[in-house]
């Protein structure tokens, strides 16, 4: 039977804890600081909980390819994003070398897009599916360089965002890249995953195709989202000038 709290939740403990104590962890600094933004934050560390205890996660492991593009789809494209716009200006210190080197946008870009197109080679993700170590760092890896890829975009620092222009350019190659890695899904062979099986009256080309839709519209959906919000914002800067 499944319930709310039944078979379909995986409350794994470690993911929950994880959670938490980042939650928390960021609560005790919102509230000495006064940040305004904390929602867009909580509402990431919400998601990141969802996506990976949720029925989502069940299916995406045991029955649906689509079910797993939508997990990747949101560990690489809207947690990040979420958790970069709450998080509040701070000083780099001995973090200054490292994000000089990752934070670059051809790395960043590189590290994100290609994290992106790397998993979902059928050798590399059926790899991941058969193994839970590689699994998890396959996940990690999705937030990690998802984070990295947002950041010349959306990092609390100002001073290192891309110019408008820039930006533009980055957000919308990205979107090409994921357009055609999504209609080499919907378009391209079946059978490519084998160990989905279809769930629900959805047999597993259909599933496929599924995901390959789910990457190929939602996921441009967000680059361009991006890309809207960076003329906006431009435009008011100039109208303001």
């Not at 069940?58 to 997990?71: E, G, N």
Request: overall charge neutral.
């Amino acid at each position: 039977m499944n319930t709310f709290f039944g078979p379909n939740w995986d409350l794994e403990p470690s993911v929950v804890a994880g959670c938490a104590a980042l939650a928390l962890g960021y609560i005790a600094v919102a509230r000495k600081r006064g940040l305004s933004r904390m929602p867009y934050f909580l509402a990431g560390v919400v998601l990141l909980l969802l996506d990976l205890i949720s029925p989502i996660d069940t299916l995406a492991d045991r029955y649906l390819f689509s079910a797993h593009i939508v997990q990747h789809f949101l560990l690489a494209l809207v947690i990040p994003p979420l958790l970069l716009l709450g998080t509040p200006v701070f000083k780099l210190g001995a973090l200054n070398k490292l994000e000089r080197a990752v934070g670059q946008p051809p790395v960043s870009w590189l590290l994100g897009v290609g994290t992106m197109l790397a998993w979902h080679i059928p050798a590399l993700f059926n790899a991941a599916l058969a193994n839970d170590g590689l699994h998890i760092f396959q996940h990690l890896s999705f937030l990690v360089t998802g984070v990295i890829f947002w950041w010349p975009i959306l990092g609390p620092l100002e001073d290192r965002r891309l110019p408008a222009l820039g930006a533009v350019a980055y957000l919308f190659s990205a979107c090409v890249c994921c357009s055609l890695l999504g209609a080499f899904l919907t378009l391209g062979p079946s059978g490519l995953y084998p160990a989905y099986i279809g769930y629900g009256g959805l047999d597993a080309r259909s599933d496929q195709q599924l995901g390959g839709m789910l990457m190929w519209v939602p996921g441009c959906f967000v680059y361009l989202s991006g890309i809207l919000s960076t003329v906006l914002r431009w435009y008011g800067a100039e109208r303001t000038a």
